[in-house]
């Protein structure tokens, strides 16, 4: 079999500059498809081969995120200590910590066994009714994303 001549070493090196360390399918995805030539990728290697090719040879692990309500989620990341804080963001782009979740961060307390993230959404209809006691107290504004993190490296 002919040596490989993928520029591992290259590609490692881009790999360790990027600040983001979670990368969903779709984003490994996107950078093979805008890959600098200096990687030197074989022309036949497709979006798949790469994400195995980066499993098997670098730093790149994937893990599993968790949910009683939502299907599981997958994340690829790049090397062995992540902080939970970067893979919860990762859950959604754009995602931003909670208040909560800032605090303890930036050690003005709080509880660091959970992170709490949250994205923006978009722009609602006014609503039309009236706000009432009983919906206040019948917990309509609860979330329901929890995630739990399985297949730690």
Same mark, same amino acid.
């Given at each position: 079999?002919?040596?490989? *001549?993928?520029?591992?070493?290259? !590609? ?9 360390? /979670?990368?969903?399918?779709? %984003?490994?995805? &996107?950078?093979?498809?805008? &890959?600098?030539?200096?990687?030197? *990728? ?11 090719? !980066?499993?098997?040879?670098?730093? +790149? ?12 989620? +997958?994340? #690829? ?9 970067? *893979? /919860? ?6 995602? #931003? ?23 923006? $959404? ?7 009714? /009236? !706000?009432? $006691? %009983? /919906?206040?107290? &019948?917990? $309509? ?7 739990? +993190? $399985?297949?730690?490296?």
């Amino acid at each position: 079999m002919p040596k490989s *001549l993928i520029n591992l070493a290259r !590609l490692e090196a881009d790999f360790e500059k990027w600040p983001e360390r /979670a990368f969903s399918k779709s %984003e490994l995805e &996107s950078i093979f498809a805008e &890959s600098p030539v200096e990687w030197n *990728l074989p022309r036949s290697m497709t979006s798949t081969k790469f994400i195995a090719m !980066l499993r098997g040879r670098s730093k +790149l692990s994937r893990v599993t995120l968790k949910s009683a309500d939502y299907p599981p989620l +997958l994340r #690829y990341v790049w090397g062995r200590k992540i902080s939970p804080v970067l *893979l /919860a963001l990762s859950i959604k782009r754009h995602a #931003y910590c909670s208040h909560a979740s800032a605090m303890w961060i930036h050690g003005l307390g709080g509880n660091e066994r959970k992170v709490f993230v949250n994205s923006e $959404q978009s722009e609602k209809p006014p609503n039309r009714g /009236a !706000l009432t $006691q %009983e /919906a206040i107290l &019948s917990g $309509q504004r609860k979330t329901g994303h929890v995630w739990s +993190l $399985q297949n730690r490296p």
